[in-house]
């Protein structure tokens, strides 16, 4: 697969650097944030620090999406990611997503140069899939049961496998029913979106099952709370469980990476093809 409006080939793994604008999200909220204001000169030097170190991609996030975040205003979000979004476009060469649901500022991202929409509500909003469709961008569907402040309250399933792919499948089908072609889609099963730690491994175990989709498969797994509820372990000490969770998505038919921590994980990326190199005789 490539990108449309700018090309970036993933028939082989790639990471995605995450850009939070958040003061408030799980991990790095607030680290772009100086005397309590966003930043522009951090954010530039953190995405120039993730390209330098192999992200292809930089996700950029206006809004918190971890468990028990409140929505924001599209005044807010906007004043978060488009100044961002139009200084990386004018200094890196790299793709830029953005992370947002919110049709108001897909449109504002789309205008100011990024190149793929991430929407961990698969384009569920009114008119998020008119405004995709108008455009030319890529766009990532990922499912989530319920929302952000409410996902993690008992979330159950009859099977979370079926239940997540047969998600996708009747998303990609509505996309197909504005014009967006299968080409320009990628699918998220959205790891910690309303799912257990079972749910999770169950999800990652059967990764392979989402290939059938026939498109991209991007997985989010970086410090996710499965890891330190399994684990018992800080924030903080949850790189190494990150980087084995991100080996088993690689081998079960993950293409694109999200990550905070870029150069580890494109190490174990490029660990991984190097291993794969050699098993296919290419050495």
């Known amino acids: 697969m490539y990108f449309l409006e700018k090309r970036l080939d993933l028939s082989y793994p790639r990471v995605m650097g995450i850009l939070n604008t958040t003061p ?4 790095d909220g607030g680290n772009l944030y100086k005397n309590g204001k966003l930043d522009l000169d951090l954010a ?6 993730m390209v330098s170190n192999g992200a292809a991609i930089l996700d950029i996030g206006g809004e918190s999406t971890r468990p028990g975040a409140k929505p924001i205003s599209n005044e807010e979000e906007m004043d978060r990611v488009v100044p961002i979004v139009e200084s990386i ?6 793709v830029i997503s953005v992370d947002t649901s919110k049709p108001k500022i897909m449109e504002a991202a789309v205008s100011s140069g990024a ?3 991430n929407d961990v509500k698969a384009l569920s909003e009114p008119q998020a899939l008119e405004v995709i469709a108008a455009s030319k961008v890529n766009v990532c569907l990922m499912h989530m049961l319920g929302n952000p402040i409410t996902m993690q309250t008992s979330p159950e399933y009859k099977s979370v496998n079926k239940d997540v792919k047969q998600f996708l499948i009747g998303r990609i089908e509505k996309c197909k029913q504005v014009g967006i072609s299968r080409e320009r889609l990628i699918v998220d099963p959205g790891f910690g979106f309303g799912k257990t730690v079972d749910h999770n491994l169950e ?3 059967n990764l392979r099952d989402l290939a059938a989709l026939d498109c991209p498969i991007l997985v989010g797994l970086s410090r996710k709370s499965m890891i330190n509820k399994i684990l018992k372990r800080d924030i903080l ?3 190494p469980a990150t980087l084995g969770l991100v080996a088993i998505a690689l081998e079960r038919g993950a293409n694109l990476i999200r990550a905070h921590d870029v150069r580890e994980t494109a190490d174990v990326i490029s660990m ?7 098993e296919n005789g290419s050495e």
């Open 89 to 94: 476009v004018s200094r890196l060469d790299v």
């Open 115 to 117: 190149h793929m929409i």
């Open 203 to 205: 999800l990652l175990g």
């Open 237 to 239: 000490e949850s790189l």
């Open 272 to 278: 991984w093809l190097a291993v794969n190199r050699v």
């Open 24 to 27: 408030d999200s799980f991990f």
């Open 44 to 49: 530039l030097i953190r995405a120039e620090d």
